[in-house]
């Protein structure tokens, strides 16, 4: 090539090989960043559910009296402000599907691309609001379930 070129570097080589190292590398890389972003994500909007769930608690006091005077265990209570946080968080890691699902069909119809959605895609978000909503609901429950029925009832 050098001779047919006569010394001049007009020309390269390019090796497929390495192109394709080069695209796994910079998929990697995307992968961690994305998988990065929807950490914190995930850790911001777990933090605002359970200060939701906090407010909860110190807005029905009252409430939580009344319901222990009444029989109610603290394991009841518990239980109670445990399924409502894993409601908030399931309702919205079902919103949050549903609006990913409707901009992969948009851009998929825009661009004409055909795409492949797989289960897991589908159900990892679910599980993961399901465990955010047990994780950052427990606290705020146990809160809840540790109220003094007493102090509780004299609450205004």
Known sequence: MAVAHHDIQDYQFVVPLELLKQ???TQRTFNLVLGSIAGISLLVGGIGIMNIMLATVSERTREIGI???VGATQ??????FLLESVMLTISGG???LLCGLGA?????????WRVA????AVALPVIMSFLAGIFFGLYPAR???HVDPIV???HE
Do not use: K, T
């Open 23 to 25: 695209a796994e590398r």
């Open 143 to 145: 809160q809840a379930a």
């Open 117 to 120: 959605i797989s289960l897991w």
């Open 75 to 80: 394991r009841h209570i518990m239980v109670h």
């Open 67 to 69: 319901r222990r005077a």
């Open 94 to 96: 079902i919103i949050g």
């Open 152 to 154: 509780a009832l004299r």
């Open 104 to 112: 992969v069909g948009a851009i998929s119809w825009f661009a004409g």
